[in-house]
């Protein structure tokens, strides 16, 4: 490529190079597992719907999907009966709540009052839970968290596969965690 392309303007990460024009992945294998998951949908839809129809069984899969992730964002914000969800856990601090459960994703941007950003998500790893740290610092980060007007966050982000115990245990771990000095 030219130098004087390159330099023309096109979509890339805003932290890399003006002359980066790699987008997405250069790798045909990847086709396969967007295949495998449509079929995993698909089969979810099987469970519920009986269609021969691959669109049909797609959306109500993915419809199941969206409940069942619902019921596990409505429980690790409010809590069950075993645990207090992160809305009622002193000490931690829910960014971007919305109480309209219908708008929102299943992923979590949390804070702890005493406690660092990557010192959470550490320990959370110790304890076996997998959360990530989102920092001004990383160039995949910061365009999100500067809008947002957050200096970091940690984001949980559960998936249908999960189950309320997994929820509780999180809960239980970032309750653990309020307590630490």
């Known amino acids: 490529m030219s130098e004087r392309l390159a330099k023309l303007p096109h979509n890339k990460l805003i932290a890399k190079p003006h002359d980066y024009w790699q987008l997405g992945s250069p790798a045909p294998a990847h086709f ?36 069942h992730e619902r019921a596990l964002m409505h429980a690790m914000l409010e809590g069950t009966k075993n645990v207090q969800g992160l809305r009622h856990i002193d000490g931690v601090n829910v960014y971007l709540d919305c109480k309209d459960l219908t708008q929102k994703d299943f992923i979590m941007a949390i804070g702890f009052d005493n406690l660092e950003y990557k010192k959470a998500v550490d320990h959370y790893e110790a304890a076996g839970v997998v959360t990530f740290e989102r920092l001004l610092s990383s160039p995949y980060s910061s365009r999100m968290l500067e809008s947002f007007g957050l200096k970091g966050s940690i984001r949980v982000s559960p998936i249908h596969c999960h189950n309320l115990q997994d929820i509780e245990k999180f809960l239980e771990v970032t309750k653990t965690l309020c307590q630490m000095q």
Do not use: H, P
């Open 32 to 67: 396969a597992a967007v295949t495998e998951v449509v079929n995993y949908v698909c089969w979810l839809g099987e469970q519920f719907i009986t269609s021969t129809k691959r669109r049909d069984l797609f959306v109500e899969g993915m419809t199941r999907i969206k409940l």
